[in-house]
């Protein structure tokens, strides 16, 4: 009577057709990161852009660099200009990468100059890298070449109290000295009280830090001197050793004062073990 309707067969479902992956939009986190780069890429290609048009002798040129070779024309700026103009140095941490290309290039430039200058600058790059031997060698040939060579003897002192050689080291401040009494804004004189503290009696130490004080008012050479005279029972010229060299770091500015906080706090501490009698 009625005729049978034959089932409809549907397809089997699409498994990509509900896969978010396919047709979904970059994550949250991306999108954020994205952000945050162009950002800093704006912020930084306005600073490139500003700086060259303030400062560049060449301004007409690079500013069509940075304006029309985007994302590179700012980066190709920021390396071959910016950093060589402002003598950037780079963070510490990034020093060990590039110090031993420059350290080559000094030892080709002392060997093949050869003249106490070169040698010097070697020495002090060595000396900065940590490598104290081959920086003395460095200063020493400087000092073959110039014997009153004021940087190379200074050097070579300084790689001499570090070994411990405090007799050379003494010799050599004393030559400086001589030669200039105001090398290094008291320095030179400091070392060589410590060669004194090191080698002669406590009481032609105290003396020489006591003739330094009245020059240089440094706090080190001030502790020293308060250490001796409190070691020798002279609590009260300790104590006023001390109390005027808080007044000293009291009294410079703040950012000088910040590099004095070791002995500050170290004075403080002498202070309290003093007798008050």
């Known amino acids: ?3 049978q309707q034959e089932p409809v067969s549907t397809p089997p479902p699409d498994p990509f057709l509900n896969d978010p992956t396919l047709h979904g939009g970059p994550s949250p986190f991306w999108s954020f990161m994205e952000s945050v ?13 500003i700086d060259c048009l303030r400062k560049d002798p060449d301004r007409f040129l690079w500013f069509w660099v940075i304006l029309v070779f985007q994302p590179f024309g700012a980066l190709i700026y920021f390396f071959l200009r910016w950093l060589p103009s402002n003598q950037f140095q780079l963070p510490e941490f990034a ?16 060997m093949q100059i ?3 200058y070169q040698f010097v600058r070697w020495g002090d790059a060595l000396k900065e890298a ?33 070994f411990k050689e405090f007799e050379t080291a003494q010799q050599r401040c ?8 105001e090398y290094k804004f008291g320095d030179v004189s400091l070392m060589y009280c410590k060669t004194v503290c090191e080698l002669g009696s406590a009481e032609q130490a105290r003396e020489e830090l006591a003739k330094h004080a009245k020059r240089w008012r440094q706090p080190e050479a001030l502790f020293m001197l308060a ?49 008050r009698s």
């Open 37 to 49: 780069f162009g950002i800093i890429y704006l912020a930084f290609w306005v600073w490139m852009l």
């Open 174 to 181: 004393q030559q400086i000295l001589k030669a200039d009494p």
């Open 95 to 110: 020093r060990p990468f590039f110090r031993q290309k420059r350290l080559n290039e000094l030892e080709t430039a002392a």
């Open 1 to 3: 009577m009625f005729a």
């Open 114 to 116: 050869g003249n106490p």
């Open 130 to 162: 940590g490598i104290n031997q081959k920086s003395l060698e460095a200063y020493q040939q400087a000092l073959a070449k110039e014997p009153d060579n004021l940087q190379a003897l200074w050097g070579a002192a300084q790689i001499e109290m570090k």
């Open 227 to 275: 250490t001796l005279e409190a070691e020798a029972g002279e609590h009260q010229a300790a104590r006023k050793t001390l109390q005027g060299m808080l007044l000293d770091i009291n009294g410079s500015p703040r950012g000088i004062a910040r590099k004095f906080v070791r002995w500050k706090s170290k004075a403080r501490k002498l202070l309290k073990r003093l007798p």
